[in-house]
Nanobody, 120 residues
Framework: EVQLVESGGGLVQPGGSLRLSCAASGFTASNYYMSWVRQAPGKGLEWVSSINTDGDRTYYTDSVKGRFTISKDNAKNTLYLQMNSLKTEDTAVYYC?????????????RGQGTQVTVSS
């Protein structure tokens, strides 16, 4: 059974940083693209970032480029999202997902989410 468990969310002031983690089980993460998506209050699901199987190619939505960094540790079957220079508009529930952007947004396996709140 595929399981994805996110952690690392919380309340942070604008300009602050958080590191999200996603522990994967039930499959081998090195065989799949992995992604982060988010859902802000009252809005739809938004793709944030993806990483390829080997972890050497990364992709970001324009609004987080230069601030967020996705990475994966295939030995630990864990996905990460380092978020720096956080803005109030980054407030959302963040989910890790198996697959690239299309799979992440169209019902692919996803975790339960972790809340990120950026507020002064």
């Amino acid at each position: 059974e595929v399981q994805l468990v996110e952690s690392g969310g919380g309340l942070v002031q604008p300009g602050g940083s958080l590191r999200l983690s996603c522990a994967a089980s039930g499959f081998t993460a090195s065989n799949y693209y992995m992604s982060w998506v988010r859902q802000a209050p009252g809005k739809g699901l938004e793709w944030v970032s993806s990483i390829n199987t080997d972890g050497d190619r990364t992709y970001y939505t324009d609004s987080v480029k230069g601030r967020f960094t996705i990475s994966k540790d295939n030995a630990k079957n864990t996905l990460y999202l380092q978020m720096n220079s956080l803005k109030t508009e980054d407030t959302a529930v963040y989910y890790c997902a198996v697959g690239g952007p299309r799979e992440a947004l169209t019902g692919g396996p996803r975790g339960q989410g972790t809340q990120v709140t950026v507020s002064s």
